[in-house]
C-alpha cells in the first residue's frame, strides 16, 4: 500500500486530495499542528480513515520526525499561510509558513529518505503583474503580495532541491479552484454564502472590492487530480493547472445570484474596504503542457461550479434554520 503525507490536510485541497488517494487505496497520514482548536469540519466524513500527526512546517525537528516514523512514499505540501489580504497584515509569518516552510520540509526530506516524491502547491499569484497573457510555465513571475513573493520563494527552492540533490521535486502552479468547501474569507463562497443568506431572508446586501478583477476559476476537485498525475510521471516537473478561461467577479456574481433567481445589481455593493493595495491583472493559465504529459482536463465548468457552491451553502442554512442557528 502506497502512503502519502499532506501537510495542510484540514484544508479544501487536503480534504480533497485524502478523499482521491483513499479511493486510490492510499494510507493517509494528514499533519495538522499542535493547536488547542482544530478545524476537522473538511475532513469529518473521512477521519476515521486518516492518521493524524502533530507537525509545524515551522519546526524542521517534527517534520524529520514524522518522515522517520511513517515513511510516505509521497508528501503533498498544501500547508501554508494562503489568504492574500492577510499576507499584508502578517507577512513575516506569511514568509515563514509559505516560502522557509518548504525549504524545512524539502530538507527533511533529504535527510531521512531522497526517494520520497514531493509535490509543492505553487499559485498563480506568483505571476501577479503578468508579463503575458495567458501564463505558462514559462512566464516570469512578478508577485503583487506578500503571500505571492513568498510562493515565488517556496516554487524556487523547490526546483532548487530538485536540480542540487536529484529529489522527484514538482510543483503544480494552481490558479483560483474553489468548491463548497472554501473558506468563506475568499470571494467565491463569500459571495455563494451570502445569496444563500439573501434567499433566505437573512441578509439584503453584499459588500465586494474591485468587481472588474478577473481570475481563472476552477473546481478543487479536479485539481487534486493533477496533483496526484504529477507525482506518478517518470520524471519530476512543474505544470501549469487552470481552465484557460476567465471571469469577472461581476460575473460571478451574475452566476450566483442569477442561480438563486436574483437579481446581483439589487444587493452588491461596492466597499472600498475591500479593495487591494495592489492588484494583479488578468489571471488566466494556459494547461497546455498538463494535457499533454499528465493527460489532465478540468471535468466541472464555471458555471456548474457555481452553482453546486450556491446549492451547498442554501442545504447548509436551510439545516442551521431548523437547528434555531442564525449566526453568520
Not at 78 to 88: I, K, N, R
Not at 119 to 132: H, L, N, P
Not at 256 to 281: I, K, Q, S, T
Request: charged residues 25%; glycine residues 6%; negative net charge.
Amino acid at each position: 500500500m502506497k502512503k502519502a503525507l499532506i501537510t495542510g490536510i484540514t484544508g479544501q485541497d487536503g480534504s480533497y486530495l485524502a478523499e482521491f488517494l483513499l479511493a486510490n487505496d492510499y494510507q493517509v497520514m494528514g499533519m495538522v499542528r499542535r493547536t488547542s482548536t482544530i478545524n476537522f469540519d473538511r475532513i469529518r466524513h473521512i477521519q476515521d480513515k486518516i492518521d493524524i500527526v502533530q507537525g509545524d512546517l515551522l519546526d524542521q525537528i517534527s517534520m524529520l520526525d514524522i518522515l522517520q516514523e511513517w515513511r510516505p512514499h509521497e508528501v503533498y505540501n498544501l500547508a501554508a499561510q494562503s489568504f492574500v489580504p492577510t499576507s499584508w497584515k502578517q507577512p513575516v509569518l506569511t514568509g515563514e509558513f509559505t516560502a522557509l516552510g518548504v525549504t524545512r520540509l524539502l530538507d527533511a526530506i533529504r535527510l531521512v529518505d531522497p526517494n520520497i516524491r514531493f509535490y509543492q502547491a505553487s499559485s498563480s499569484e506568483m505571476f501577479g503583474k503578468v508579463r503575458e497573457v495567458p501564463q505558462t510555465e514559462q512566464t516570469p513571475f512578478y508577485p503583487r503580495s506578500p503571500y505571492g513573493v513568498a510562493k515565488v520563494y517556496g516554487h524556487w527552492i523547490t526546483v532548487n532541491y530538485r536540480e542540487s540533490y536529484n529529489l522527484f521535486a514538482c510543483s503544480g502552479i494552481l490558479f483560483n479552484h474553489e468548491s463548497p468547501r472554501r473558506g468563506l474569507e475568499f470571494v467565491t463562497h463569500k459571495v455563494t454564502d451570502t445569496v444563500a443568506r439573501i434567499k433566505l431572508g437573512m441578509a439584503n446586501e453584499l459588500r465586494l472590492g474591485n468587481l472588474d478583477a478577473q481570475r481563472d476559476w476552477g473546481y478543487a476537485g479536479d485539481y487534486v487530480r493533477a496533483m496526484w498525475l504529477m507525482l506518478q510521471q517518470p520524471n519530476p516537473d512543474d505544470y501549469v493547472i487552470a481552465t484557460g478561461k476567465t471571469h469577472s467577479v461581476r460575473e460571478l456574481c451574475e452566476a450566483a445570484f442569477g442561480h438563486a433567481n436574483l437579481d446581483w445589481r439589487d444587493f452588491v455593493v461596492v466597499d472600498e474596504r475591500f479593495l487591494r493595495p495592489a492588484e494583479v491583472d488578468q489571471l488566466v493559465g494556459d494547461a497546455t503542457k498538463a494535457h499533454q504529459q499528465l493527460g489532465w482536463e478540468p471535468d466541472v465548468t464555471f458555471q456548474e461550479l457555481i452553482q453546486m457552491m450556491v446549492d451547498a451553502d442554501l442545504k447548509a442554512w436551510k439545516k442551521r434554520l431548523q437547528n434555531g442557528d442564525t449566526q453568520v
